[in-house]
């Protein structure tokens, strides 16, 4: 829900106070910008812009707002001229003859360097401030999180965002998810954000599906046709028995296992009598290697004998690496056994408060998993739940406020670059191309702004 | 925004596998609870109750959500009788089957202990699961976190929530605003959550502001009426320029300024000139004690002679608590050698980069601030941006799943209680009343649920 209001109550004190000095016309430019890269890191990933954009593209107060901001401005501000000034004139004029030049949305960015620069009345400009602030804070903390993540994990694994239940509010869940693909993550769980953004989306079940079933008896409808139509298996569920016992009895498996949980078998038959083709079960309700992997593979087996693959399994609690390492060996064994291709290969899911140390953990362990669902440290930002975004006054009336460089690099000539924040470290560099990276955004018009912004509506 | 469709993939997933297997109606309980008090506390205050009673009351899907999961589940699922099951009749099922007992919102609730109840229709119940974990989750962690800065805080401190521009999402600004109220803050900076729930407003202006105004002269209009409107002041600038020189030539205050900042100065005035009666100075944007704290006092002591009473003044940087009692020293002296009625007691706001640890510091050290300005570290819960809510299969078809204890206490009979962390510590109480935590939030209807939830739409 992004109105106008979404704003502190000072911009609209200021904005009055600005009025009032007969300064609210004065061309000011403020730069949006922060101060320290998030996560101890050496990189941001610039986003929100879009928002922002949206934002004044959409801006205007309904009568309604306009009321309240009157009512919620102190009784001594003078609103005689309320009937002059109608909320049309207002809301046509806020953003008109506002100018916004921004890096593109998805750059790299590092400190103190402008990111958007807003030119307008001052009064008018002022208005963005808390607004733009917000939009751009989180959602380049959380891109860069997740671009964080994607670094650690590496370019080969699946990276599915599972942190709507643990995000800050319904649609921290939604920016969370939008911001995440962005920084680099291949899936999300949460529908509104794939709805609202086509983001490919990933789930299977959970403990409480698992949990909710009794024995494989209380299936009633067991007949399964197979993959490409052609027959129909009668009893899935005893095709399934019959593969847990040749599992039990195999030379390489035997060992591993003895009577695994019926409960948790009746809920992946009946998952996998759902989604054939979508078969991805949960594996730790029980126990890992004694009951879910062999149930799950019984299942994959059974489904595999109708032309259908198996997705996998995913793991979401206990020592991940070791537990990824001995299911991949369980998969390999039957493949070798039993002669099913690919089986080896059945895709692991890990999905265990993961973050990018736990990643970096799994990589020197060493694990055999495919794909991470990343919830809580992801979404949150756990590590550094805030980006430090000001929104500062540069110029006013052509009058600097910030000193600014004005030296302008050209391709061909060597230049001198400085860490960003490691003075002793430099190089020289004879950069191929020069790129401006600031494009304009949002044009605006010319004129200047003669509405009073908020006394008068 | 809140729709049924944010939510996870999997519960869709989920309710479609449920009624394959024909159990979509069996009767099932669920608990929401959380495991461990945030913030390494001992107590937790319980929110969010009211936006799942909301989500429950206005649960529909429209036609074009209903397309989207359809499209959503994997092909192989069955959706030939989408043309039998108008959505009207999946909208009208959903909630009517479903019971929710609750502990009511802003109590104090403990670790394990089912803080919401849900009774239903396991796949209707079921699709609840991640919006009622999201809407809890971050409602009752950040009304956790603001009960927690009150209570170091104490009573007579204002409190003001200005954490907008730092929240993760325009959203989470909302919900943040409306739950560290609930938590126990006075206010918030925050305008939308002014309108929407009624919370009190507060708000002054931004260094920006300052640094906008070159010098007085640029103020063209001068004149300021007295409170009364007796009288009118023509020049008010050169009122306040006066009583700076007689601050400046004062005994007690002299040696501490010299000249102040001219445009910080005309800032303050034109500030007053705007908000007469609301007249409250960010001071630190040049130096709190030689320039601020000074102009801030001429502004004040000109609009008293007018029959105003300024505010007050900010700090939002420094040394927090040395510069509140050198400003408190600075109101007391002019109070004493002016004979200015209360003017030692002007009121002093301190807003940099606080939490509960600096509160705690502040009062050890000794200050003078009458009221904290709170932003990041409350509304992003900076120590632990999560709660770990969770949403339990407790009960299927009257089967537990979850050992309950049944014991009911009674008034009057002695009780053993223990503590909820450290077993050896236990008391015997006798209660006085016994009053039942939960309370039906949601009644439900009688009959069964018999569409098919997500296939058949």
């Known amino acids: 829900m992004v109105t106008p209001l979404l704003t502190d109550l000072y911009q609209f004190t200021m904005a009055y106070a ?7 016309n004065e061309r000011a430019v403020f730069d949006l910008y922060f101060r320290r890269n998030p996560f101890g890191g050496e990189y941001t990933v610039f986003a929100g812009l879009e928002e922002c954009i949206k934002l004044i593209a959409n801006f205007r107060f309904t009568e309604d707002e306009i009321a309240f901001i009157k009512a919620s401005l102190p009784s001594s501000c003078e609103v005689e001229s309320i009937e002059d000034c109608k909320s049309r ?31 307008g009345p001052v009064a008018v400009v002022q208005l963005l401030e808390t607004s733009f602030v917000n939009l751009i804070n989180y959602a380049s903390l959380v891109a860069t999180n997740a671009a964080r993540h994607r670094f650690v994990a590496g370019k080969s694994k699946l990276l599915l965002e599972f942190g709507l239940r643990r ?20 899936a999300t769980s949460n529908v509104a954000a794939g709805k609202l953004f086509g983001i490919p989306l990933r789930g299977t079940h959970s403990h409480a599906f698992v949990s909710s079933f009794m024995s494989p ?4 409808e067991k007949s399964l046709q197979s993959c490409d139509g052609s027959n129909v298996c009668e009893d ?12 039990k009895r195999s030379h390489v498996l035997g060992g591993i296992f003895g009577e695994t949980n019926q409960s948790e078998l009746a809920a992946f038959v009946s998952y996998a009598l759902a989604f054939p083709k979508n078969f991805l079960a949960l594996v730790d309700t029980y126990d890992v290697m004694r009951s879910g992997v062999p149930n ?20 979401d609690s206990g020592d991940l690496a070791y537990l990824s390492c001995e299911s ?11 002669g099913v291709l690919d089986f080896g290969k059945t895709s692991i899911t890990a999905s265990n408060d993961l973050n990018e140390v736990t990643l970096d953990a799994l990589n020197k362990q060493g694990h055999e998993i495919d794909a991470f669902g990343i919830g809580t440290h992801l979404v949150t930002c756990y590590g550094q739940p805030a980006l430090g975004v ?19 690099s050209k391709a061909g000539e060597r230049i001198l670059c400085r860490h960003p924040f490691n003075e002793s470290k430099r190089a020289y560099v004879v950069p191929q191309r020069v790129e401006e990276l600031m494009k304009c955004f949002w044009p605006g018009r010319s004129g200047t702004y003669s509405g009073v912004l908020v006394a008068a509506p």
Chains 1, 2 share one sequence.
């Not at 600005?18 to 609210?24: P, Q, T």
């Not at 004139?89 to 807003?118: D, Q, T, Y």
């Not at 593979?297 to 793991?315: M, P, S, T």
């Not at 060996?329 to 039993?338: L, P, V, Y």
Request: proline residues 3%; contains cysteine.
């Open 390 to 408: 000001v929104f500062k006054l540069v110029e006013i009336n052509n009058q600097p406020r910030i000193k600014l460089s004005e030296d302008v």
């Open 328 to 338: 991949r060996r369980f998969f390999q064994a039957i493949d070798k056994e039993f």
């Open 296 to 315: 799950f593979c019984a299942v994959a087996l059974a489904l595999n004998d109708l032309g259908y693959k198996a997705v996998g399994i995913r793991l």
């Open 18 to 24: 600005y009025w009032k000095a007969g300064k609210h």
């Open 236 to 247: 899935f569920i005893s095709s399934v028995q019959a593969w847990l016992s040749k599992l």
């Open 167 to 186: 995000a800050q509010g319904p649609d921290g869940g939604i920016s969370a998810s939008k911001y995440c693909y962005m920084g680099g993550f291949d």
């Open 89 to 119: 004139k207002l809301n046509a004029l806020c953003w008109k003859n506002v100018e916004i030049h921004a890096i593109s949305e998805g750059f790299v960015v590092f400190p103190k360097i402008p990111l958007m620069r807003i030119e």
């Open 217 to 220: 008896d209380e299936i009633t």
